[in-house]
């Protein structure tokens, strides 16, 4: 069966049909989905049911792995696979939704993952989607005088932002030792591959503007936040039993949706792919 590509919307996402990630793949296979993770942003691949270690042979044909941060979170015979889960609570007994709120992973790395992966295992009836936005096409969109400002300034990341609404659970002692403390990266990267200019914010990790202070830099992000979340330039993704997700960190901020019956299972492997220090 040939490999189908169809676009899910005019700027993100597409869907991939017709590949078998349990068979080795050729060459030609590989570059097309490559180019069209790098073009589309996101790669919805349906139909998969891999295991922890299939999933990890599989994403090596995009990159390189990326050790996550939080330990806790690996699979104990797979670490470079950890998952996601709506059963897990704050040690207060909370429920624990990961990923609520529009983020992009990890980016309090010196070099964040270039690329996220979720496979999901269960699913939820209803509800669960993954959101997307297109942070290139936010960028297009902002006045000139602004691209020109932003151009200029560079943001604070840390693990947990004192600014943000939403916490996230704790790093185990070991991880907090080869986490960075503070990463400079600025407000606009250029995509190492297509060369494109995107909005590079994360209302979880940025702790500050440099050169700014916060009563100018947090209404300015709130702003940006606004501006580049609109609906022109999301994606929406509601899963689907087998859905293998590819996205890419570099352009694209993501949120999950804590909108469902929490009786029921929400279970998804992730894994993360190395990426280049945000230039
Ligand atoms: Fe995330």
């Not at 597409?14 to 078998?20: I, K, L, M, S, Y």
């Amino acid at each position: 069966m040939a490999v189908a590509i169809t676009n899910l919307t005019d700027h993100t996402g597409a869907e991939v049909r017709g590949v078998d990630f349990t068979a080795p793949m050729d060459g030609s296979t590989r570059a097309q989905l490559n180019r069209a993770f790098v073009d589309r942003g996101v790669l919805v691949i349906r139909d998969q049911k891999l295991s922890p270690h299939q999933l990890l042979s599989a994403v090596r044909l995009f990159g390189d792995v990326f050790p996550q941060h939080n330990t806790r979170f690996a699979l104990p015979d797979c670490p470079e696979i950890h998952f996601i889960s709506n059963q897990d609570k704050f040690p207060d007994g909370r429920p624990y939704i990961p990923g609520e709120g529009w983020h992009t992973d990890h980016s309090n790395d010196v070099r964040p993952p270039k690329a996220t992966v979720l496979h999901a295992v269960a699913l939820p009836g209803n509800g669960g989607d993954t959101q997307f936005a297109n942070m290139a096409a936010a960028y297009d969109a902002l006045p000139e005088t602004l691209q020109r400002r932003l151009r200029d300034l560079s943001a604070i990341h840390v693990y947990q932002s004192s600014h943000s609404a939403r916490q996230l659970m704790a790093l185990p002692s070991a991880a907090k030792e080869r986490v960075p403390n503070a990463v400079l990266h600025p407000i606009i990267r250029t995509h190492p591959e297509t060369g494109r200019r995107s909005i590079y914010i994360n209302p979880i990790r940025i702790e500050g503007i440099v050169g700014l202070d916060h009563k100018e830099a947090l209404p300015l992000l709130e702003e940006l936040l606004a501006h580049a979340t609109a609906p022109r330039f999301q994606y929406r993704h509601e899963w689907r039993p087998g859905d293998m997700v590819i996205w890419d960190n570099r352009s694209l901020l993501h949120k999950a949706n804590g909108d469902y019956d929490m009786n029921e299972l929400r279970y998804l492997y992730r894994v993360m792919l190395k990426g280049s220090v945000p230039m």
